[in-house]
Protein backbone atom coordinates (compact mmCIF):
# COMPACT_ATOMS: atom_id res chain seq x y z
CA UNK A 1 0.00 0.00 0.00
CA UNK A 2 1.13 3.78 -1.24
CA UNK A 3 2.09 5.80 2.06
CA UNK A 4 0.07 8.70 1.41
CA UNK A 5 -2.96 5.87 1.10
CA UNK A 6 -2.24 4.55 4.15
CA UNK A 7 -2.22 8.01 6.13
CA UNK A 8 -5.02 9.11 4.28
CA UNK A 9 -6.61 6.23 6.21
CA UNK A 10 -5.49 6.77 9.22
CA UNK A 11 -6.60 10.65 9.32
CA UNK A 12 -10.01 9.27 8.05
CA UNK A 13 -9.84 6.27 11.26
CA UNK A 14 -8.69 9.20 13.55
CA UNK A 15 -11.59 11.73 12.26
CA UNK A 16 -14.00 8.98 12.71
CA UNK A 17 -13.09 8.34 16.21
CA UNK A 18 -13.13 11.72 17.27
CA UNK A 19 -16.62 12.47 15.38
CA UNK A 20 -18.19 9.35 17.55
CA UNK A 21 -16.30 10.19 20.94
CA UNK A 22 -18.08 13.80 20.55
CA UNK A 23 -21.03 12.39 19.54
CA UNK A 24 -21.68 9.63 22.25
CA UNK A 25 -20.82 12.08 24.91
CA UNK A 26 -23.24 15.25 23.59
CA UNK A 27 -25.86 13.14 21.73
CA UNK A 28 -28.36 13.85 24.57
CA UNK A 29 -27.30 17.60 24.77
CA UNK A 30 -29.66 18.51 21.76
CA UNK A 31 -32.60 18.39 23.32
CA UNK A 32 -31.58 20.95 26.03
CA UNK A 33 -33.43 24.37 26.47
CA UNK A 34 -32.36 27.71 26.85
CA UNK A 35 -30.58 28.39 30.30
CA UNK A 36 -30.49 31.53 32.52
CA UNK A 37 -28.23 34.15 30.31
CA UNK A 38 -29.62 32.34 27.68
CA UNK A 39 -32.70 35.10 27.88
CA UNK A 40 -30.75 37.88 27.84
CA UNK A 41 -28.32 37.21 25.57
CA UNK A 42 -30.08 35.42 22.47
CA UNK A 43 -33.95 34.67 23.33
CA UNK A 44 -34.80 38.35 24.83
CA UNK A 45 -32.50 40.08 22.73
CA UNK A 46 -33.34 41.43 19.81
CA UNK A 47 -29.51 42.60 18.25
CA UNK A 48 -29.23 38.66 17.17
CA UNK A 49 -32.63 37.65 16.08
CA UNK A 50 -31.76 39.29 11.91
CA UNK A 51 -28.37 40.65 10.38
CA UNK A 52 -29.80 44.23 9.95
CA UNK A 53 -30.11 44.13 13.88
CA UNK A 54 -27.05 42.59 14.01
CA UNK A 55 -24.98 45.31 11.89
CA UNK A 56 -26.23 47.90 14.07
CA UNK A 57 -25.34 46.82 16.98
CA UNK A 58 -21.69 46.20 15.97
CA UNK A 59 -21.02 50.08 15.87
CA UNK A 60 -21.34 49.72 20.16
CA UNK A 61 -21.89 46.51 21.30
CA UNK A 62 -19.41 44.23 21.98
CA UNK A 63 -18.15 40.37 20.92
CA UNK A 64 -19.60 40.75 17.20
CA UNK A 65 -18.42 37.18 16.11
CA UNK A 66 -20.27 35.58 19.11
CA UNK A 67 -23.44 37.47 18.28
CA UNK A 68 -22.59 37.17 14.62
CA UNK A 69 -23.43 33.07 15.61
CA UNK A 70 -26.24 33.69 17.54
CA UNK A 71 -27.73 35.63 14.48
CA UNK A 72 -26.57 32.52 12.07
CA UNK A 73 -28.74 30.39 14.25
CA UNK A 74 -30.91 32.58 15.21
CA UNK A 75 -32.35 33.31 11.77
CA UNK A 76 -31.83 29.56 10.06
CA UNK A 77 -35.02 29.00 12.31
CA UNK A 78 -33.67 25.74 13.58
CA UNK A 79 -34.75 26.17 17.11
CA UNK A 80 -32.78 25.42 20.40
CA UNK A 81 -31.47 22.40 18.80
CA UNK A 82 -29.72 24.53 16.10
CA UNK A 83 -28.02 26.03 18.87
CA UNK A 84 -27.14 23.10 20.46
CA UNK A 85 -25.90 21.27 17.59
CA UNK A 86 -23.61 24.41 16.74
CA UNK A 87 -21.81 24.11 19.82
CA UNK A 88 -21.29 20.58 18.99
CA UNK A 89 -19.77 21.09 15.96
CA UNK A 90 -17.40 23.72 16.91
CA UNK A 91 -16.55 21.34 20.34
CA UNK A 92 -15.77 18.45 17.39
CA UNK A 93 -13.67 21.30 15.21
CA UNK A 94 -11.66 22.19 18.68
CA UNK A 95 -10.98 18.31 19.38
CA UNK A 96 -9.54 17.70 16.11
CA UNK A 97 -6.87 21.02 16.43
CA UNK A 98 -6.31 19.27 19.84
CA UNK A 99 -5.48 16.29 18.04
CA UNK A 100 -3.20 18.16 15.09
CA UNK A 101 -1.53 20.56 17.83
CA UNK A 102 -0.66 17.40 20.02
CA UNK A 103 0.96 15.96 16.96
CA UNK A 104 3.08 18.56 16.27
CA UNK A 105 4.25 19.05 20.19
CA UNK A 106 4.88 15.17 20.58
CA UNK A 107 7.29 15.40 17.36
CA UNK A 108 9.29 17.56 18.83
CA UNK A 109 10.64 14.99 22.06
CA UNK A 110 12.28 12.03 21.39
CA UNK A 111 10.91 10.10 24.50
CA UNK A 112 7.43 10.47 23.09
CA UNK A 113 7.64 9.43 19.50
CA UNK A 114 7.83 6.14 20.45
CA UNK A 115 3.72 6.31 21.62
CA UNK A 116 1.95 7.50 18.15
CA UNK A 117 -0.92 6.99 19.53
CA UNK A 118 -0.37 10.03 22.06
CA UNK A 119 -1.86 12.59 19.95
CA UNK A 120 -5.45 10.15 19.64
CA UNK A 121 -5.73 9.43 22.89
CA UNK A 122 -5.67 13.21 24.10
CA UNK A 123 -8.04 14.31 21.61
CA UNK A 124 -10.06 11.51 23.08
CA UNK A 125 -9.61 12.75 26.84
CA UNK A 126 -10.62 16.52 25.58
CA UNK A 127 -13.29 15.40 23.71
CA UNK A 128 -14.91 13.26 26.52
CA UNK A 129 -14.16 15.29 29.22
CA UNK A 130 -17.26 16.04 31.44
CA UNK A 131 -15.85 19.82 32.52
CA UNK A 132 -16.55 20.79 29.07
CA UNK A 133 -20.28 20.06 29.55
CA UNK A 134 -20.66 24.02 30.60
CA UNK A 135 -18.94 24.79 27.50
CA UNK A 136 -21.03 22.92 25.08
CA UNK A 137 -24.28 21.92 26.65
CA UNK A 138 -24.70 25.54 28.00
CA UNK A 139 -25.32 27.67 24.95
CA UNK A 140 -24.12 30.73 26.40
CA UNK A 141 -21.00 28.75 26.92
CA UNK A 142 -20.52 28.68 23.67
CA UNK A 143 -17.99 32.39 23.67
CA UNK A 144 -15.68 29.77 25.02
CA UNK A 145 -15.56 27.12 22.55
CA UNK A 146 -15.48 29.09 19.81
CA UNK A 147 -12.89 31.52 21.11
CA UNK A 148 -10.91 28.47 21.71
CA UNK A 149 -11.47 27.75 17.83
CA UNK A 150 -9.81 30.62 16.53
CA UNK A 151 -7.35 30.54 19.51
CA UNK A 152 -6.01 26.86 18.49
CA UNK A 153 -6.30 28.10 15.06
CA UNK A 154 -4.11 30.70 14.81
CA UNK A 155 -1.81 28.27 17.16
CA UNK A 156 -1.54 25.91 14.71
CA UNK A 157 -1.26 28.51 11.79
CA UNK A 158 1.66 29.62 13.22
CA UNK A 159 3.29 26.52 13.88
CA UNK A 160 2.65 25.54 10.09
CA UNK A 161 4.12 29.40 9.01
CA UNK A 162 7.82 28.56 11.28
CA UNK A 163 7.77 25.14 9.20
CA UNK A 164 7.49 26.63 6.21
CA UNK A 165 9.07 29.86 7.12
CA UNK A 166 5.69 31.63 5.52
CA UNK A 167 5.19 35.57 5.91
CA UNK A 168 1.53 34.63 4.80
CA UNK A 169 1.06 32.46 7.81
CA UNK A 170 3.12 33.73 10.27
CA UNK A 171 2.06 37.94 9.56
CA UNK A 172 -1.71 37.57 8.07
CA UNK A 173 -3.58 34.03 8.94
CA UNK A 174 -2.06 33.72 12.64
CA UNK A 175 -2.81 37.02 13.85
CA UNK A 176 -6.26 37.21 11.66
CA UNK A 177 -7.35 34.36 14.05
CA UNK A 178 -6.22 35.89 16.91
CA UNK A 179 -8.32 39.24 16.02
CA UNK A 180 -11.52 36.52 15.18
CA UNK A 181 -10.85 35.04 18.82
CA UNK A 182 -10.84 38.68 20.48
CA UNK A 183 -14.11 39.11 18.38
CA UNK A 184 -15.62 36.47 20.66
CA UNK A 185 -13.93 36.83 23.94
CA UNK A 186 -11.53 38.99 25.52
CA UNK A 187 -9.44 36.46 27.01
CA UNK A 188 -7.95 35.91 23.71
CA UNK A 189 -5.55 38.76 24.96
CA UNK A 190 -3.18 36.01 25.58
CA UNK A 191 -2.58 34.48 22.40
CA UNK A 192 0.83 35.92 21.71
CA UNK A 193 2.29 35.22 25.14
CA UNK A 194 0.87 31.45 23.91
CA UNK A 195 2.96 31.92 20.98
CA UNK A 196 5.84 32.75 23.22
CA UNK A 197 5.25 29.46 25.48
CA UNK A 198 5.28 27.22 22.15
CA UNK A 199 8.86 28.90 20.96
CA UNK A 200 10.45 28.34 24.34
CA UNK A 201 9.28 24.72 25.10
CA UNK A 202 10.24 24.07 21.10
CA UNK A 203 13.76 24.97 21.88
CA UNK A 204 13.73 28.40 20.78
CA UNK A 205 14.58 31.58 22.75
CA UNK A 206 11.73 34.78 23.50
CA UNK A 207 13.98 37.32 21.20
CA UNK A 208 13.62 34.54 18.14
CA UNK A 209 10.16 34.30 18.95
CA UNK A 210 9.33 38.06 18.93
CA UNK A 211 11.24 37.72 15.80
CA UNK A 212 8.65 35.47 14.25
CA UNK A 213 5.33 36.68 16.32
CA UNK A 214 5.43 40.80 16.20
CA UNK A 215 2.42 40.63 13.88
CA UNK A 216 0.71 38.91 16.74
CA UNK A 217 2.45 41.56 19.06
CA UNK A 218 1.33 44.26 17.07
CA UNK A 219 -2.05 43.00 16.68
CA UNK A 220 -2.54 43.14 20.50
CA UNK A 221 -1.50 46.88 21.52
CA UNK A 222 -3.83 47.75 18.55
CA UNK A 223 -6.55 45.65 20.39
CA UNK A 224 -5.46 46.85 23.63
CA UNK A 225 -6.12 50.66 22.66
CA UNK A 226 -9.71 49.94 20.47
CA UNK A 227 -10.74 48.02 24.28
CA UNK A 228 -9.71 51.49 25.98
CA UNK A 229 -11.34 53.02 24.14
CA UNK A 230 -14.49 51.50 22.98
CA UNK A 231 -17.69 52.56 25.21
CA UNK A 232 -18.82 49.06 25.68
CA UNK A 233 -15.42 47.20 26.64
CA UNK A 234 -14.37 50.44 28.44
CA UNK A 235 -17.20 50.33 31.15
CA UNK A 236 -16.61 46.85 31.69
CA UNK A 237 -12.86 46.96 32.28
CA UNK A 238 -13.86 50.14 34.41
CA UNK A 239 -16.61 47.85 36.95
CA UNK A 240 -14.12 44.96 36.87
CA UNK A 241 -10.94 47.12 37.96
CA UNK A 242 -13.03 48.74 40.77
CA UNK A 243 -13.87 45.10 42.34
CA UNK A 244 -10.60 44.76 44.24
CA UNK A 245 -7.26 45.84 44.73
CA UNK A 246 -3.87 44.20 43.17
CA UNK A 247 -3.63 42.10 46.48
CA UNK A 248 -6.95 40.98 46.67
CA UNK A 249 -7.20 40.08 43.19
CA UNK A 250 -4.07 37.95 43.12
CA UNK A 251 -5.87 35.71 46.59
CA UNK A 252 -9.10 35.78 44.95
CA UNK A 253 -7.27 34.11 41.50
CA UNK A 254 -5.29 31.74 43.82
CA UNK A 255 -8.64 30.63 45.32
CA UNK A 256 -9.85 30.56 41.66
CA UNK A 257 -7.16 28.52 40.49
CA UNK A 258 -7.09 25.78 43.16
CA UNK A 259 -10.87 25.35 42.74
CA UNK A 260 -10.74 24.82 39.01
CA UNK A 261 -7.51 22.56 39.19
CA UNK A 262 -9.81 19.94 41.44
CA UNK A 263 -12.80 20.83 38.96
CA UNK A 264 -10.61 19.18 35.89
CA UNK A 265 -8.65 16.18 38.11
CA UNK A 266 -12.06 15.36 39.83
CA UNK A 267 -15.09 16.84 37.59
CA UNK A 268 -17.52 15.32 40.65
CA UNK A 269 -19.11 18.49 41.55
CA UNK A 270 -19.17 20.99 38.45
CA UNK A 271 -21.50 23.79 38.95
CA UNK A 272 -22.37 26.56 36.63
CA UNK A 273 -22.19 29.05 40.11
CA UNK A 274 -19.86 27.93 42.11
CA UNK A 275 -20.21 29.67 45.73
CA UNK A 276 -16.67 31.43 46.04
CA UNK A 277 -16.05 34.56 47.13
CA UNK A 278 -13.91 37.54 46.59
CA UNK A 279 -11.23 38.18 49.30
CA UNK A 280 -8.67 40.36 50.05
CA UNK A 281 -6.34 38.58 52.39
CA UNK A 282 -4.39 34.85 52.38
CA UNK A 283 -6.40 34.31 55.64
CA UNK A 284 -7.49 30.44 55.52
CA UNK A 285 -6.27 30.26 52.20
CA UNK A 286 -3.18 27.97 53.18
CA UNK A 287 -4.41 24.91 51.11
CA UNK A 288 -4.17 27.20 47.72
CA UNK A 289 -1.52 28.78 48.20
CA UNK A 290 -0.18 25.84 48.87
CA UNK A 291 -1.64 23.89 45.37
CA UNK A 292 -0.39 27.01 43.55
CA UNK A 293 3.35 27.19 44.55
CA UNK A 294 2.84 23.34 43.71
CA UNK A 295 2.63 23.94 40.61
CA UNK A 296 5.20 26.34 39.93
CA UNK A 297 7.57 24.84 41.28
CA UNK A 298 6.81 21.31 39.42
CA UNK A 299 6.67 23.25 36.03
CA UNK A 300 10.15 24.69 36.96
CA UNK A 301 11.49 20.93 37.94
CA UNK A 302 10.15 19.12 35.06
CA UNK A 303 10.86 22.18 32.67
CA UNK A 304 13.80 19.94 30.46
CA UNK A 305 13.26 16.74 31.54
CA UNK A 306 9.49 16.53 30.77
CA UNK A 307 9.06 19.52 28.83
CA UNK A 308 5.27 18.43 27.71
CA UNK A 309 4.47 18.25 31.59
CA UNK A 310 6.18 21.84 32.53
CA UNK A 311 4.26 23.14 29.25
CA UNK A 312 0.70 21.46 30.40
CA UNK A 313 1.36 24.02 33.89
CA UNK A 314 3.01 27.35 32.40
CA UNK A 315 -0.08 27.05 30.18
CA UNK A 316 -2.59 26.76 33.16
CA UNK A 317 -1.35 29.17 34.81
CA UNK A 318 -1.24 32.11 31.60
CA UNK A 319 -4.95 31.19 31.04
CA UNK A 320 -6.01 31.25 34.72
CA UNK A 321 -4.01 34.07 36.42
CA UNK A 322 -2.38 37.41 34.75
CA UNK A 323 -5.67 38.61 33.15
CA UNK A 324 -7.68 38.30 35.99
CA UNK A 325 -4.89 40.00 38.18
CA UNK A 326 -5.39 43.36 36.35
CA UNK A 327 -9.17 42.52 35.51
CA UNK A 328 -10.89 40.28 37.82
CA UNK A 329 -14.49 38.49 37.73
CA UNK A 330 -17.20 39.36 40.05
CA UNK A 331 -18.41 35.47 39.66
CA UNK A 332 -14.47 34.51 40.43
CA UNK A 333 -14.86 31.04 38.54
CA UNK A 334 -16.69 28.99 36.62
CA UNK A 335 -16.19 25.89 34.70
CA UNK A 336 -15.93 27.01 30.86
CA UNK A 337 -12.71 28.61 32.18
CA UNK A 338 -11.44 25.69 31.77
CA UNK A 339 -12.47 24.81 28.13
CA UNK A 340 -9.19 26.62 26.60
CA UNK A 341 -6.79 25.09 29.05
CA UNK A 342 -7.18 21.79 28.82
CA UNK A 343 -5.81 20.59 26.09
CA UNK A 344 -2.04 20.09 27.41
CA UNK A 345 -3.38 19.27 30.00
CA UNK A 346 -5.00 16.05 28.77
CA UNK A 347 -1.61 15.83 26.38
CA UNK A 348 0.04 15.85 29.37
CA UNK A 349 -1.77 13.24 31.81
CA UNK A 350 -1.97 10.76 28.74
CA UNK A 351 1.85 10.93 28.36
CA UNK A 352 2.45 10.58 32.01
CA UNK A 353 0.45 7.37 31.79
CA UNK A 354 1.99 6.13 29.01
CA UNK A 355 6.01 6.71 30.62
CA UNK A 356 4.99 5.42 33.80
CA UNK A 357 2.60 2.25 32.97
CA UNK A 358 3.56 -0.96 31.32
CA UNK A 359 1.98 -1.09 27.61
CA UNK A 360 -1.14 -3.52 28.39
CA UNK A 361 -1.62 -1.46 31.95
CA UNK A 362 -1.76 1.69 30.25
CA UNK A 363 -4.24 0.58 27.09
CA UNK A 364 -6.68 -0.65 30.14
CA UNK A 365 -6.17 2.23 32.44
CA UNK A 366 -7.02 4.80 29.63
CA UNK A 367 -9.91 2.72 28.48
CA UNK A 368 -11.35 2.76 31.71
CA UNK A 369 -10.50 6.54 32.23
CA UNK A 370 -12.23 7.59 29.02
CA UNK A 371 -15.41 5.09 29.63
CA UNK A 372 -15.65 6.61 33.48
CA UNK A 373 -15.29 10.95 31.44
CA UNK A 374 -17.94 10.02 29.02
CA UNK A 375 -19.92 8.57 31.75
CA UNK A 376 -19.82 11.58 33.59
CA UNK A 377 -20.58 14.08 30.69
CA UNK A 378 -23.66 12.00 29.81
CA UNK A 379 -25.34 11.83 33.57
CA UNK A 380 -24.01 16.20 33.64
CA UNK A 381 -26.15 16.67 30.27
CA UNK A 382 -28.99 15.28 32.27
CA UNK A 383 -29.22 18.65 34.42
CA UNK A 384 -29.50 21.15 31.13
CA UNK A 385 -31.83 19.17 30.26
CA UNK A 386 -34.69 22.25 32.08
CA UNK A 387 -33.83 25.34 33.75
CA UNK A 388 -35.21 23.36 36.91
CA UNK A 389 -33.09 20.09 36.76
CA UNK A 390 -30.25 22.51 36.23
CA UNK A 391 -30.69 25.07 38.92
CA UNK A 392 -31.46 22.08 41.85
CA UNK A 393 -27.89 20.11 40.78
CA UNK A 394 -26.35 24.20 41.17
CA UNK A 395 -27.96 24.18 44.92
CA UNK A 396 -26.54 20.72 45.80
CA UNK A 397 -23.14 22.20 45.50
CA UNK A 398 -23.90 25.84 46.05
CA UNK A 399 -26.50 25.31 49.03
CA UNK A 400 -25.28 28.56 50.96
CA UNK A 401 -25.91 30.72 47.59
CA UNK A 402 -28.28 33.18 47.32
CA UNK A 403 -28.66 33.74 43.29
CA UNK A 404 -28.42 30.08 43.02
CA UNK A 405 -31.45 29.78 45.90
CA UNK A 406 -33.52 32.85 43.67
CA UNK A 407 -32.74 31.08 40.12
CA UNK A 408 -34.12 27.62 41.34
CA UNK A 409 -37.22 29.72 42.57
CA UNK A 410 -37.64 31.55 39.80
CA UNK A 411 -37.71 28.32 37.36
CA UNK A 412 -40.28 26.98 39.93
CA UNK A 413 -42.23 30.04 39.28
CA UNK A 414 -42.03 29.49 35.51
CA UNK A 415 -43.36 26.23 35.85
CA UNK A 416 -45.85 26.67 38.11
CA UNK A 417 -44.98 25.05 40.59
CA UNK A 418 -45.80 28.43 43.46
CA UNK A 419 -44.82 26.32 46.76
CA UNK A 420 -41.61 25.42 45.71
CA UNK A 421 -41.01 28.30 44.20
CA UNK A 422 -42.07 30.61 47.39
CA UNK A 423 -39.53 27.96 49.86
CA UNK A 424 -36.54 28.68 47.20
CA UNK A 425 -36.79 32.46 47.17
CA UNK A 426 -37.61 32.51 51.34
CA UNK A 427 -34.08 30.26 51.28
CA UNK A 428 -32.24 33.53 49.33
CA UNK A 429 -33.92 35.73 51.65
CA UNK A 430 -32.36 33.56 54.42
CA UNK A 431 -29.13 33.43 53.19
CA UNK A 432 -28.98 37.37 52.34
CA UNK A 433 -31.88 39.23 53.34
CA UNK A 434 -31.30 42.01 51.13
CA UNK A 435 -30.89 40.19 47.75
CA UNK A 436 -33.62 42.31 46.61
CA UNK A 437 -34.29 39.81 43.17
CA UNK A 438 -35.34 37.38 45.61
CA UNK A 439 -37.55 39.87 46.92
CA UNK A 440 -39.37 41.01 44.07
CA UNK A 441 -39.81 37.81 42.78
CA UNK A 442 -41.56 36.66 45.77
CA UNK A 443 -43.89 39.39 44.91
CA UNK A 444 -44.50 39.00 41.51
CA UNK A 445 -45.42 35.12 43.10
CA UNK A 446 -47.87 36.72 45.63
CA UNK A 447 -49.55 39.10 43.40
CA UNK A 448 -49.82 35.76 40.18
CA UNK A 449 -51.25 33.70 43.15
CA UNK A 450 -53.98 36.86 43.70
CA UNK A 451 -54.94 37.44 40.57
CA UNK A 452 -55.24 33.72 39.58
CA UNK A 453 -57.54 33.79 42.96
CA UNK A 454 -59.41 36.86 42.32
CA UNK A 455 -60.19 35.95 38.26
CA UNK A 456 -61.26 32.38 39.74
CA UNK A 457 -63.90 34.01 41.90
CA UNK A 458 -65.63 36.06 39.11
CA UNK A 459 -69.15 34.31 38.07
Known sequence: MRPELNGQRKYLFTAAL??????????????????????????????????????????????????????????????????????????????????????????????????????????????????????????????????????LSGLLFYIAGRARDSRLYLHLLTPLC??????VKETAVTFPAALVLWEIYGGGSIRSALRKQWSSWLLLLAGAIFFLLHAGYSAEMAASAGLNSLTGNLV??????????????????LNVDPDLRVVHDFSGLMPQVTVLLAVIVLMLLTW????????????????????????????????????????????AVIAELSLWLKPKNFKVSVALLLVVLVSLTVLRNQDFRSEISLWQATAQHSPNKARVQNNLG????????????????????????????????????DEDIGGKAATGSQP
Open 18 to 151: LFIAVVIAYANALPGVFQFDDFNVIVNNPSVHSWSAWWLDLQHGIRPLLKLSYTFDWTLGSGVAGFHLTNVLIHLCNTWLVWALTRHFAARHTALQSQPALPLLAALLFAVHPVHTEAVSYICGRSSALMTLFY
Open 304 to 347: HRRPWLSFALAWVLLQLLPLYLLLPRLDVANDRQLYLVNWPLAF
Open 252 to 269: TQTLAFAYLLRQWFFPLW
Open 410 to 445: YAYMQAGRTEEARAAFMSALQLDPNYYQARYNLLRL
Open 178 to 183: MLLALG
